[in-house]
């Protein structure tokens, strides 16, 4: 096992076992990390992006895959894992259509390429097929403003849940 990862509504903390690095994920309010601290406070990785998800600033010193929106960031391809599909940031779209064809009352659900309706200040796609507001409105059918299904999201603002879940 190369790493070891604590999730609650998002990775709290992750060992690498390879390094035996270990630490701890901080959030902005879309969902982004934005550092990776050790046990002590003390910066390992910080991370700043630009509204499309690419990296505007990178630091790292401890192995992390997690990136914009809290997703999976393939260093070889610089791609985005959205599970249905790969998001490619520095086009702002995706490389694969969508199973999705979408709906004739909403034309941006109609480009079976695109992200998040072409609103990632507000809007992140957890699963490639649908976007879901930042602020925790989970859409479906590919409407952002579907508020049917309310998925609570939470960004650690302090460290005492993180230091209850000390290994």
């Keep these: 096992m ?3 990862n604590v999730w609650a509504n998002e990775l709290l903390y992750r060992q690498d076992n390879t390094t035996n690095q270990q630490g701890y994920y901080y959030y902005n309010g879309h969902g982004d990390v934005v550092s990776i601290k050790d046990g002590n406070g003390n910066p390992l990785n910080s991370y700043e992006y630009d509204t499309w998800g690419n990296f505007t600033s990178k630091s790292e010193t401890m192995s992390n895959p997690f990136t914009y ?3 999976v960031y393939d260093n070889e391809t610089g791609y985005i894992y959205l599970r249905a599909r790969y998001y490619d940031p520095s086009i702002g779209r ?11 009352d909403n034309p941006l659900s109609l480009n079976n390429y695109t ?3 072409n609103n990632p200040l507000i809007n992140i796609d957890p699963t490639g097929h649908y976007c879901v507001s930042a602020d925790g409105m989970n859409a479906h059918s590919g409407l952002c403003k579907d508020d049917s299904n309310k998925p609570t999201r939470q960004i650690t603002k302090d460290t ?3 230091n209850a879940l000390r290994i």
């Design 69 to 71: 929106t809290g997703e």
């Design 160 to 162: 005492s849940m993180i």
């Design 94 to 104: 995706f490389i694969s259509k969508d199973t999705y064809e979408g709906q004739l």
């Design 115 to 117: 992200y998040v309706h």
């Design 2 to 4: 190369k790493a070891r």
